[in-house]
């Protein structure tokens, strides 16, 4: 598979934009350089011996990015998966509100009890979600529903998961009832070829998720997810489609996960190095670095003071997260139901 | 939507007898099926369901059926199926009554058989929950490298449960011998196809799992035979599955605890009766020569007759005994505290 | 416990106190939606939503395809968004496929999120055997569930108590499992207050006073149960009974205050024995009032198969009748 940023190729001479303007397009750098930099951070935090787990999504940034900007703040809602750091900061979560989830702090949304990256914050409109893969497709569904149900206008949800995740039942009973009743959904599944150590040949015996959509009676499309503009673009069209009653839709993204799964795995056991690097070549943080630069959107000092800037606010972060406390034991009893609870009553 | 009559009559590789013998078992699944509602009636059995409307498309994929070499997983309303590979009027008038002679002993729901040695598996009334034992039984063949298939049916409900799903993707991964035969026939107990689906062709989802999608008119068997035996004969040679849909109609209720004008219209279920599949095939046979009205007449009281006989001599058998609820819980005798 | 608004009351079965209190519910809140395998023009197959899709429409009264892990997943995304979702699995032995949304999720929702979040969803589906349904319609499920915490599970065995318990449910801010005995449906006629009125969760009924032996029972059992009380009385034994309906959270203080009186505790159930709910209470009566006993507890329970078959015999075999509970209840007196 070829991964270049084809609609923005420099050879063309002109640069698609979908209308972002300059502003927005450096918005999208500054979410790609500083989800790495968060990624980097947990992982290091993970070899320091100061939190016990980490995950990466290195590899999709472009995608998250692009997917975040095509996200209505304050109407639509995110229903992600445990990847999704990108997209949860490209809708409003700040660093800070990343670190006290790595860090696992009483001030995190969830008050500690969740793994890293499982956001959730009413506010910013983020569901909550389990790590059970393609649980959380099933509520898009019905937060979907609910949005038609009210005749709200112009709400959308926007649902995510991996390549893997389309093999689960919940996936597909979902993508039938989304269908069923032309719900304001979109699902956009990021297929960066792997599923811990599955290749997608073990996943699928076709590899393009989006040509299931036509077995559920609606559009589907794929885009090159290494490219933030034209991640915009598809996945900005479906929720558009979506928020003016024209029904879902299945969009999908290709990229790659640069890492392994997590701090937990060690993908040299079932890939090499050299396969790894040679998708390294295209690596959409560096590649849109340039393709900013090439445009005269940014100038490569204005690029190099992004990146001392999105470390600066990491590491500010850092250190307000970890000053902060734990939930306390008494912590583990509450919100099981609501009120004091005892089953024995 | 009505698929268009096919009046031209393609008999494939199928002798005259093989001809007969699908319009006998077609007019078997009818009596048989007839004779479970009447016996609800009479209030000597408490449950019936049928599958009128289904007889094309399962006489012709039994027909397609590799007696000794495949095995079936079907669904419960697969009794044509069931006749079709090998299942006698007895054994089904048995499975009728509960009696302890039955292939379950009793245990399960009416239209439940199960026959190893007719390679036909037990299944539970739980929808789609066959689908991943197809695939699995299928997966045994190919690791074995036998030329067998798997023959698993379902009905259009069934492909929105999520084993539906997680099974046809694992069949295409590694490409395994077995043929999923959708019976679609518009309804799921009183939910229409369009409330099932936004699209109307379930054959259509194949391509999403990277194997053949095929689609058949259900209400002609010959074409049900041929459409089920190319993909079966692919199956065995290791070109892997497919999906065959078999577009039919159920004109009856969904089972005795069922009223179906409370959701459908007479008027649809008349229309729809207009292409019936058995007086249909029947016509063909007669109007090509391969029987006369007479034949087929004397056909249909043969039928009868083994459905009478089969009728008194279940009934006359008696019920399992109450110590027979304990065996077959695990392989041994068993007790939860040891 | 009932409070009711009027002091009229209309005698209805199990069917129509069900349907009567979603009826209520779908006209007092248009948050309210039903979602479910044949719940629309066929009105469920007991008949329960029936008519409903013609007066609230289809978008109310949501025919779903066959598919149970979303059938309760989407309500789970719907109680996360604001509606109230009624979720109904047309037979307690196809919920199955669903217990990964059940248990894994909408139990958990609340809790994970710390609050901000919360499931308040009911699951409707009948259980329970008497009626011919063999393997796949005649199951109990609750042992499997009631282990769960984040889940409440209510089991009620009258009409009017279904009417104030579904109304307690449909008004809990949790995920609420209910669970209808089908073979109670039509059986079992009684006054039900008219008028709108809740049952808390978690409050059991003493039924029969009696002062020889304490039994608690669920669902159906209740009924035979009862019947097996009297029969004694008209002997000479005294049996006081208690119908539990609540399985989770379940009345300790109910169960404590007749075994202290009566000294021995009789536990009848349709599930098997096994890890039953009849464990659960043998324990916590063996923890909190062992001294009280004056014989060890007996629970009456289906045997350890996975359930019952079709023929007449199997099924009979297979469930207590309230004969075999008479002569357990004499056992126990005299012991
Ligand atoms: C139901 C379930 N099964 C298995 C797992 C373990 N698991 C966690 S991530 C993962 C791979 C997911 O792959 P994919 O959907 O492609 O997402 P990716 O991690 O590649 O972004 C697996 C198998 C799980 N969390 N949930
Ligand atoms: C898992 C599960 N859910 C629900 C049911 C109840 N049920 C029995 S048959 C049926 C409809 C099935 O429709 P379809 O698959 O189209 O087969 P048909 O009966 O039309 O042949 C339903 C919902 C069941 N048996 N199993
Ligand atoms: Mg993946
Ligand atoms: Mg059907």
């Not at chain 1, 750098?29 to 999504?57: C, E």
């Not at chain 2, 929950?129 to 039984?137: D, F, K, N």
């Not at chain 3, 109670?184 to 008028?195: C, M």
């Amino acid at each position: 598979m070829t991964t270049t940023m084809a609609k923005t190729d420099i050879k063309t001479g002109k640069l698609e934009r979908y209308g972002l303007t300059d502003d927005k397009l450096r918005a999208l750098l500054r979410n790609m350089l500083l989800q790495r930099q968060l990624d980097n951070r947990g992982f290091q935090l993970n070899r320091q011996g100061k939190v016990p787990f980490a995950l990466g999504s290195e590899g999709h940034e472009a995608l998250q990015a692009g997917a975040a900007m095509a996200f209505e703040r304050g109407k639509d809602i995110l229903a992600p998966y445990y990847r999704d750091l990108g997209l949860c900061l490209g809708i409003g979560l700040s660093p800070y509100e990343i670190l006290l989830s790595i860090f696992a702090r009483a001030a995190d949304h969830n008050g500690g009890r969740q793994f890293p990256n499982h956001y959730s914050s009413k506010q910013a409109g983020l569901m909550s979600f389990s790590s059970i893969l393609a649980a959380h497709i099933p509520h898009a569904v019905g937060a979907a529903y609910a949005i038609k149900y009210r005749g709200e206008q112009g709400r959308a949800v926007l649902v995510t998961s991996g390549d893997g995740t389309t093999s689960e039942g919940e996936w597909h009973e979902s993508m039938n009832f989304a269908a069923i009743h032309e719900l304001p959904m979109v699902m956009l599944v990021e297929n960066n070829e792997w599923a811990i150590s599955t290749p997608l040949d073990k996943q699928m015996a076709q590899p393009e998720i989006w040509k299931r959509a036509a077995g559920y009676g609606m559009p589907g499309r794929r885009f090159n997810g290494f490219d933030p503009i034209e991640t915009y673009g598809a996945v900005k069209e479906a929720m558009d489609r979506a928020r003016s009653g024209g029904g879902p839709s299945i969009v999908e993204g290709t990229c790659y996960r640069y890492l392994a799964h997590s701090t937990d795995d060690n993908d040299m056991t079932y890939r090499t190095k050299e396969v790894v690097q040679e998708r390294r070549k295209n690596d959409p943080v560096p590649r849109f670095e340039a393709l900013l630069v090439e445009y005269g959107v940014m100038s490569e000092r204005d690029v190099e003071a992004m990146r001392k800037d999105v470390l600066r606010e990491t590491n500010d972060a850092t250190d307000r997260a970890e000053a902060m406390p734990y939930p306390q034991p008494s912590d583990l009893y509450t919100h099981v139901y609501e009120g004091a609870w005892e089953p024995w009553q | 939507m009505v698929p268009k009559v096919d009046t031209s009559f393609e008999r494939h590789d199928l002798t005259d007898e093989q001809l007969v013998a699908l319009l006998r078992t077609m007019v078997a699944h009818r009596t048989l099926e007839s004779r479970g509602f009447q016996l609800n009636r009479q209030g000597k059995i408490p449950f019936a369901s049928a599958g009128e409307g289904h007889e094309a498309v399962q006489a012709g994929a039994a027909m397609a059926f590799r007696r000794g070499v495949d095995v079936l997983v079907p669904y419960y309303r697969d009794l044509g199926l069931d006749i079709g590979i090998g299942v006698t009027a007895y054994e089904i008038l048995l499975s009728l009554f509960g009696r302890a002679a039955d292939h379950s002993a009793g245990r399960q729901f009416p239209h439940h058989y199960a026959s190893r040695k007719l390679g036909l598996y037990s299944i539970s009334s739980v929808i789609a929950a066959q689908l991943p034992h197809a695939v699995g039984a299928a997966y045994a063949m190919k690791l074995r490298g036998e030329e067998r298939a798997v023959l698993t049916t379902c009905g259009d409900g069934a492909t929105s449960e999520g084993e539906w799903h997680e099974s046809m993707n694992f069949a295409a991964i590694h490409r395994l011998p077995v043929v999923v035969l959708c019976e679609n026939n518009e309804w799921a107990i009183s939910t229409p196809l369009s409330k099932q689906m936004a699209q109307p062709d379930i054959y259509k989802r194949a391509e999403g799992y990277g194997m053949p999608g095929v689609l058949v008119d259900g209400m002609d068997p010959v074409a049900c035979y041929a459409a089920v035996k190319t993909a079966l004969d692919r199956a065995r040679s290791g070109g892997g599955p497919a999906l065959v849909e078999a577009k039919c109609y159920r004109f009856l209720a969904h089972t005795t605890d069922d009223d179906d004008r409370t959701y459908r219209s007479r008027d649809e279920v008349a229309e729809r009766r207009k292409r019936d599949p058995v007086p249909l095939f029947e016509r063909t046979l007669i109007e090509n020569g391969v029987m006369t009205a007479d034949d087929v007449e004397a056909l249909k009281r043969s039928v009868l007759d083994e459905t009478n006989e089969a009728t008194d001599r279940a009934e006359a058998m008696p019920y399992p005994k109450p110590e027979d609820l304990y065996t077959n819980v695990y392989s041994a005798n068993f007790q939860p505290w040891q | 416990m009932a409070v009711s608004s009027s002091a009229t009351s209309t005698v209805m079965n199990n069917v129509e106190a069900v349907r009567a209190t979603l009826y209520e519910a779908l006209k007092s809140d248009d948050r309210t939606v039903i979602l479910g395998e044949d719940v629309g023009a066929r009105g469920n197959v007991f008949l329960i939503t029936k008519d409903f899709i013609n007066e609230f429409g289809p978008q109310r009264i949501i025919d779903t395809p066959i598919a149970e892990a979303s059938i309760v997943g989407i309500a789970v995304g719907m109680a996360m968004e604001g509606l109230r979702p009624i979720a109904e699995i047309q037979f307690a032995d196809f919920i199955y496929p669903s217990f990964n949304q059940i248990v894994g999720e909408a139990a958990k929702t609340r809790y994970r999120s710390n609050g901000e979040y919360t499931c308040p969803l009911v699951i409707r589906t009948p259980y329970g055997g008497g009626v011919r349904g063999a393997l796949s319609h005649s199951v109990s499920i609750e042992a499997l569930f009631y282990h769960v915490p984040g889940l409440k599970i209510v089991a009620p065995a009258f009409p009017a108590d279904v009417k104030g318990l579904l109304n307690a449910a449909i008004d809990d801010p949790d995920p609420v499992l209910f669970l209808e005995h089908k073979k109670t449906y039509r059986l079992i006629k009684g006054e039900v207050p008219d008028g709108h009125y809740t049952i808390p969760l978690g409050k059991a009924n003493l039924l029969k006073e009696g002062t020889q032996l304490t039994v608690v029972s669920y669902g159906l059992y209740v009924h035979w149960a009862l019947e097996a009380a009297q029969k004694l009385q008209e002997e000479g034994l005294s049996v006081e009974v208690i119908d539990l309906r609540s399985i989770r959270p379940m009345d300790k203080g109910t169960i404590l205050r007749s075994v202290e009186k009566t000294r021995k505790l009789l536990i009848v159930h349709e599930d098997n024995k096994f890890g039953g709910i009849g464990a659960e209470i043998s324990a916590m009566v063996a923890e909190e009032a062992l001294f009280h006993l004056d014989a060890p507890i007996r629970r009456l329970c289906a045997p350890d198969v996975p359930a019952m078959g079709y023929a007449l015999p199997l099924e009979e075999e297979y469930m207590s009748s309230p004969g075999e509970m008479a002569e357990a209840m004499r056992e126990l007196v005299r012991f």
